[in-house]
């Protein structure tokens, strides 16, 4: 198989700068998104080391603590002459349709469990969206949350009365209402057959409304490795512009005044939005909170074996949402981050117009061309061929078939390049004797610039297809991590393309097709050391990258490199591919026959 063999082992020319600065943008943005990761993700802590609890955050005081005219006083409890509504003992109702189950308790009038059916966790089980461990120490989802710890810790183990008890099937109605201690509760939530609910809370004392918030005090279920806990984020939409604030930018207990679009808190997949009824008046609450979760915490990649040393305290973000006037009406938004879901869910018009809560699916810095890419592969999918590994391939056959025509013209610039390369060599041996600080330099490369140019030889043109590719790569590295469809989407003997491929075949096969590629690929004016470098350096970096990271994007990286293997085995039979064969076998001899060092005149 003599056409496999790289045409282009010569001396080094001006591309070498070309490559190297392709090299090094290629190294930093990897090693940038590693070190990223790296500052994100959970870390190891003593066992001894304290907790950010909700109560300690609440109490800290802050920068933008709410006036005193927009949270009331807390006042002395009195006894009212309203008579108490308690229940006798603690019950729950379920609320059921077709895409959750709700399970509520009258302690609290909150949460116990909000099982997403069509999503599973990792244990194939349909996904609850409550992180229990952080709902035990932190609070359930609805409970209400006021500026008086006291009030809170007292509102959260009242016992109300329900307007039903067992089983609902949306769409349905549930009020709560809870009357002692001249403190006065009541929560009415309305369901119908979407992921979207409908709440109404109000909350007096003595008489006055008090600023109760209704809140998602931290986490998500599937939250159960690293990378999920360090995605958590503050969402919030503010005069149709979104933002999304990252754990190490929340402060717990802060109040964030509206308006308000939407506002809540998500992770990769999931989210919990408040779409308030009047986004003038809305306000936010952060919650942030660390949890010690080494025993429930699942690993994965090299050493997921091991045990825990010590703590590893991971971020809890929240949210708490209301009305400034203290009666809040909003809905709520408790789902996948799924775009087909997102697009359809919209704030409440302000001045006619609204926003949709796709914004909430965020991609980072190559956002557009993530999610234009995401939009290639769902249709793929929904149209051609319904699995999402299959659609990965096909939309990478497909990338690869547009980019045909540049890799064709740099092909048949590097052939340009050899054919004066001869020349080349010819000005850089007048110019040996001149130190590399010399001015005499300049005018060295002055001429190889002018030799270049009447040539019609882009000294860059070999790096274009590889300067388009990169976008991609990066855009698909971004992607992979944040969409819902992907979750635990099987292709061959892969269960999660989201996921590290735990027998490492992909990666292995990354591995191989990267040598090849960067072994076969010509690189005319690369120095046969410096290609030899890199042949082996780049399959080590990208391989670390694909085993550590979702099995999908190695799959998008494998299969582009074969196609780009398969695509030089043709060039390679065509009179381009022969020519340049030949002019690089004619430079082998003559250095053959040269008793010089190799790389040097």
Do not use: G, R
């Given at each position: 198989m003599a056409e496999f063999k790289n045409p282009n082992q010569q001396g080094g020319t001006q591309d070498n700068r070309s490559l190297f600065v392709m090299m090094f943008v290629m190294l930093a943005v990897f090693f940038g998104l590693s070190y990223y990761r790296q500052k994100t993700n959970p870390k190891t802590a003593s066992p001894?080391?304290?907790?950010?609890?909700?109560?300690?955050s609440a109490a800290a005081p802050q920068s933008a603590a709410p006036s005193p005219s927009s949270a009331l006083p807390a006042q002395a409890a009195s006894p009212s002459?309203?008579?108490?509504?308690?229940?006798?003992?603690?019950q729950t109702t379920v609320i059921?349709?077709?895409?959750?189950r709700i399970e509520f308790t009258n302690r609290g009038a909150q949460v116990k469990s909000w099982v997403l059916k069509q999503y599973q966790?990792?244990?194939?089980?349909?996904?609850n969206l409550v992180h229990t461990q952080a709902a035990e120490k932190f609070g359930y989802p609805l409970s209400l949350y006021t500026y008086d710890q006291g009030l809170n810790d007292t509102l959260k183990q009242a016992l109300y009365v329900p307007s039903t008890s067992g089983q609902i099937t949306a769409p349905g109605t549930l009020t709560f209402k809870y009357s002692a201690n001249g403190v006065d509760v009541t929560k009415t939530f309305s369901f119908d057959e979407t992921y979207v609910i409908h709440a109404d809370t109000q909350v007096t004392r003595n008489g006055s409304a008090v600023r109760a918030l209704l809140s998602w005090p931290g986490g998500f279920g599937d939250q159960d490795n690293a990378q999920n806990y360090a995605a958590a984020q503050i969402d919030y939409s503010r005069d149709r512009n979104e933002q999304h604030l990252a754990a190490k930018k929340v402060s717990g207990g802060e109040t964030l005044n509206g308006p308000f679009d939407w506002a809540g808190v998500s992770d990769n997949y999931f989210a919990t939005i408040f779409l308030p009824d009047t986004p003038a008046s809305a306000s936010v609450v952060t919650l942030h909170n660390e949890l010690d979760v080494a025993k429930t915490i699942h690993r994965t990649g090299f050493g997921s074996s091991s045990p825990a040393k010590g703590a590893i305290n991971v971020p809890i973000l929240g949210a708490a949402f209301g009305d400034v006037s203290g009666h809040t009406q909003t809905r709520i938004y408790a789902g996948p981050k799924a775009v087909n879901v997102l697009r359809n869910i919209y704030s409440t018009p302000v001045d006619g117009k609204r926003v949709s809560l796709e914004p909430l699916l965020d991609f980072g810095f190559w956002g557009p061309i993530g999610k234009y890419l995401f939009l290639a592969l769902q249709w793929i999918h929904s149209h051609i061929v319904g699995n999402w590994g299959w659609s990965i391939i096909i939309l990478t056959l497909c990338i690869n078939v547009l980019l045909l025509p540049l890799r064709i013209k740099t092909m048949q610039s590097g052939l340009k390049m050899q054919r004066i390369q001869p020349?080349?060599?010819?000005?850089?041996?007048?110019?040996?004797?001149?130190k590399i600080n010399d001015p005499k330099r300049n005018e060295m490369n002055m001429e190889i610039m002018k030799l270049q140019k009447d040539n019609g030889v882009n000294m860059f043109g070999g790096c274009i297809p590889t300067l388009i590719q990169?976008?991609?790569?990066?855009a698909f590295f971004s992607m992979i991590p944040k969409?819902?469809?992907l979750r635990h989407a099987h292709w061959a003997w892969l269960h999660d393309l989201t996921a590290p491929d735990p027998y490492y075949i992909i990666p292995a096969v990354m591995i191989i097709s990267q040598f090849l590629m960067q072994f076969y690929t010509p690189s005319p004016g690369v120095d046969p050391q410096q290609q030899k470098m890199m042949a082996f350096m780049m399959p080590a970096i990208s391989g670390y990258f694909v085993i550590t990271y979702g099995a999908g994007l190695g799959l998008y990286w494998a299969v582009g490199n074969f196609f780009g293997i398969a695509q030089q085995m043709i060039m390679n039979r065509t009179s381009l591919g022969k020519e340049m064969r030949e002019i690089a076998a004619k430079r082998a001899r003559r250095k053959a026959g040269s008793p010089v060092i190799q790389g040097k005149r």
């Open positions: 001894n080391a304290p907790a950010v609890t909700q109560s300690q002459a309203t008579p108490a509504v308690q229940a006798a003992a603690e059921e349709n077709e895409l959750y966790d990792t244990d194939n089980k349909p996904l020349q080349m060599d010819a000005i850089k041996e007048k110019y040996k004797k001149y990169l976008p991609l790569l990066f969409v819902v469809e």
